[in-house]
């Protein structure tokens, strides 16, 4: 199947043959009725499509709706979300698998981390290589793509998900400092000989992941084997009470048990989700993690990791409020 239309934009970011298969995909559902369920009325696509490209460029005026494919060329699934003064151009997916078409706490709070140059001890942006495993929306991908980093966004390999992420990301890209990404499908534990074939990373972000302990080893198994030598990976949830809090926090237990350094990062309150969302599920937690075992942790002093050092803590984090991670 030959990749046609408005979605040609995406082989920026795509393989062509792995676009290629996820519009085969695409193409087996009814988007008819998908566009019915979210409001979409054919009789004013131009007036939609207007929209977004006033959007688009009230952001960059070098952005255009024609960098998206037609599907995401409407209010309802481009919009534009603001994190510590960088306007971000975003597409919603409409993915069955997980909870991956919402922007959580973690990721924005990851994301103001990245603009305000609170991670010590990356290179400089155009030669930090950042991978990015759960990305859902890829709000923080986006971020670092924008500030010039080599970003690999992944998530799992289902096709709503994944183009919706290429889309953003297609979209960033045209005025972003860095000219290389792509968007991978992967399941964590999964061999990552693909995610890491022009290099390991040097900055792993994961944002939202811990919520399913069972998942917790195949997760570290994805981010070990794709951490550089000297790389951090930034660890970053809440709790949604899906699982004692206990259970979700045993995943840094059994991180330190397979050789990774965990270091305190702190805490923040944002904004709920929505108005009926409990505001502990927009309470950030995080962490720094390093490989104990090739030589990367000599930037980690024992004493900072054995007490909550704020060297580096974000702007407006408080580890006061609640104990922290390695003292609980």
């Given at each position: 199947m030959e990749c046609h239309g408005s979605w040609h934009?995406?082989?920026?970011?795509?393989?062509?043959?792995?676009?290629?298969?996820?519009?085969?995909e695409e193409s087996k559902e009814d988007d008819d009725f998908t566009m019915d369920l979210f409001g979409e009325d054919e009789s004013s696509d131009a007036m939609r499509s207007e929209?977004?490209?006033?959007?688009?460029?009230?952001?960059?005026k070098r952005l255009s709706v024609h960098h998206l494919p037609n599907r995401y060329r409407s209010p309802t699934w481009c919009f534009v979300k603001e994190v510590a003064g960088m306007r971000i151009p975003l597409v919603l997916g409409c993915s069955k698998q997980g909870h991956g078409d919402v922007i959580w706490a973690s990721a924005e709070f990851a994301?103001?981390?990245l603009i305000n140059n609170e991670l010590k001890g990356l290179p400089p942006w155009h030669s930090t290589r950042v991978l990015e495993v759960g990305a859902g929306l890829a709000l923080p991908s986006a971020v670092a793509l924008r500030l010039g980093a080599k970003v690999v966004?992944?998530?799992v390999p289902d096709h709503e998900r994944l183009l919706a992420m290429s889309a953003s990301l297609a979209v960033n890209l045209q005025i972003a400092q860095s000219k290389s990404v792509s968007v991978l499908p992967h399941v964590w534990g999964e061999d990552c000989g693909t995610l890491c074939q022009d290099g390991k990373f040097d900055l792993i972000l994961c944002n939202d992941c811990l919520y399913i302990p069972d998942l917790h080893r195949p997760l570290l198994k994805s981010i070990s084997g794709s951490l550089a030598a000297s790389g951090m990976a930034l660890i970053c949830f809440s709790?949604?009470?899906t699982a004692p809090e206990s259970a979700i926090l045993g995943f840094f237990d059994?991180?330190?048990?397979l050789g990774l350094q965990v270091k305190d990062f702190g805490q923040r309150q944002l904004p709920p989700r929505c108005s009926n969302m409990d505001s502990a599920r927009s309470y950030v937690w995080a962490a720094k993690c390093r490989d104990l075992h090739r030589g990367s942790l000599q930037k980690f002093s024992t004493s900072e990791l054995a007490t909550s050092d704020t060297s580096d803590t974000p702007e407006g984090t408080s580890r006061y409020q609640n104990p922290s991670l390695l003292g609980r």
């Open positions: 934009h995406l082989k920026a970011v795509l393989p062509e043959a792995l676009l290629e298969r996820l519009l085969k929209a977004v490209d006033d959007l688009l460029k009230s952001v960059d994301a103001a981390v966004a992944t998530d709790f949604h009470r059994l991180a330190k048990e």
